[in-house]
């Protein structure tokens, strides 16, 4: 297995690629540790089939039926990952003027965007059992969410908690 590899590589890469107009931000809060690296989208797509491949013990047969599927699903999640990295670069944009509204905004949209993730699974799990037996759908989704969740854990890390502006209401008094 590879997942440590394209958890401390690519996972890195892709998120601080992503969000390198914000490197100062990142740069105080810790990050990964690394430097900002140039996106290379094509790279991690690559790296994140070889991980699914090299898990999922298909054979020819299996992979004829679960490629295609795998790379639709990878099209309607990629729509989402871009959704999720355009809501990040906003909310970056917003540190140090956030308000209650915009706070609320971009909670609704997060919220919204791991909704879509879930619509787009269960819409797939449908198709791949439709075509698969339902331990190799266990398994991808097993390994799905493994790689998801590296992501994630990623973004949480570098991404600073929400605070409010100088002189603004913290909404905490009753």
């Not at 140039?38 to 047969?61: C, F, H, P, S, Y």
């Not at 706070?103 to 949209?109: G, N, V, W, Y």
């Amino acid at each position: 297995m590879r997942f440590a590899t394209y958890a401390s590589t690519i996972v890195p890469a892709i998120i601080l690629g992503a969000l390198t107009f914000a490197a100062p931000v990142f740069a105080q809060t810790g990050g990964s540790g690394s430097s900002p690296k140039q996106l290379d989208i094509a790279a991690a797509r690559a790296e994140r089939k070889a991980i699914v491949g090299e898990n999922m013990g298909l054979t020819a047969d299996e992979g004829k039926v679960f490629w295609p599927l795998y790379e639709e699903y990878e099209s309607a999640m990629d729509k989402i990952e871009d959704r999720h990295i355009r809501e990040i670069r906003r909310y970056v944009k917003s540190l140090g003027s956030l308000t209650n509204d915009d706070a609320t905004q971009k909670l609704d949209e997060v919220m919204s965007i791991h909704k879509a993730r879930l619509d787009v699974q269960n819409l797939y799990i449908v198709k791949f059992r439709a075509a698969m037996s339902s331990i190799k759908v266990t398994r991808f989704f097993q390994i799905d969410s493994k790689l998801r969740a590296m992501v994630q854990c990623d973004i949480a890390r570098m991404v600073p908690l929400a605070q409010p502006t100088a002189g603004s209401d913290t909404g905490t008094s009753f």
